[in-house]
């Protein structure tokens, strides 16, 4: 029971602790302050259970959208999430709120910090791995 319960939440606690890495990252690389370590696991949190509360409620509602539709709104929800959670709280390096315009830059950076990392490490495996080589038979 204990194994089951590891293996499934530990995942979990995995893409929240990457994905506040990548809010404490982007606000480092901009110079925001305020983005403190409890509010970036919070954020991160709030975006992870989001997606899986909306990636349920599809499933469940046996809904599916066109793969177009997808790729345009599945950026949106972490950008506009995160940009609602930071903009009365990150500050710029001058100590002013950053507001909207501010949090929507901290979580696009946010956002494209990971597809980057993401995408470096699935070539990183594709040229380790040989490739596609042998997968098709």
Known sequence: MLTALLAMF??????????????????????????????????????????????????????????????????????????WCFHDRATTANGELAGWPGALRLSALSLALSVLVSVALMLALFAFTGGLRGTLS
């Open 10 to 83: 530990l995942p979990i606690l995995g893409a929240i602790v990457i994905n506040a890495l990548f809010w404490k990252l982007a606000a480092k690389i901009l110079r925001y302050g305020a983005v403190t370590w409890p509010l970036a696991f919070l954020v991160a949190a709030t975006l992870i259970f989001a997606s899986l509360f909306v990636r349920g409620v599809l499933k469940a509602s046996g809904l599916e959208l066109p793969a177009v539709t997808v790729l345009i709104l599945s950026p949106m929800l972490p950008v506009v999430l995160g940009a």
